[in-house]
């Protein structure tokens, strides 16, 4: 079973390969998002994101890799924990200031498999845009 951090990396990994090779950046962005979802003291260091980060990756690489694997992360996280990792997808596809038809069907997965209501991912979408407009030079 995966811990609560290694099945949302593996969430927020999903989704920055969906448009291509991860970079450093990117890979930068995934552990500082992670970061934020900690529970507790749970917080375990550049080792265990280290650790979380090659089992996502290894999860993603095997065959049927974002179907397996996400079967692994919706046991590992209760409702609240799906919707927050939904969440922190939906903020790193923001962050990345362009967004690919490859990136939006990957967050239309993530929220099929965690059964999030309509309502519930329009109002986390439109939360990560509102969150993130000004940060992105976008004002409406």
Known sequence: MLS???AVM??????????GPVGARELDLIARLVETCRNGGEAHGKTGDAASLALARELL????????GLVLVCAALDTARCAQAYALAADFV???????PEEMRLLDILAENFRLDPLTRAAIDTAAQIRLAPELGQND
């Open 4 to 6: 609560a951090n290694t």
């Open 10 to 19: 593996f969430c927020l990994l999903a989704v920055a390969q969906a448009d």
């Open 61 to 68: 690489g095997a065959e049927d890799g974002l179907e397996s």
């Open 94 to 100: 923001m962050l990345n200031a362009r967004i690919t």
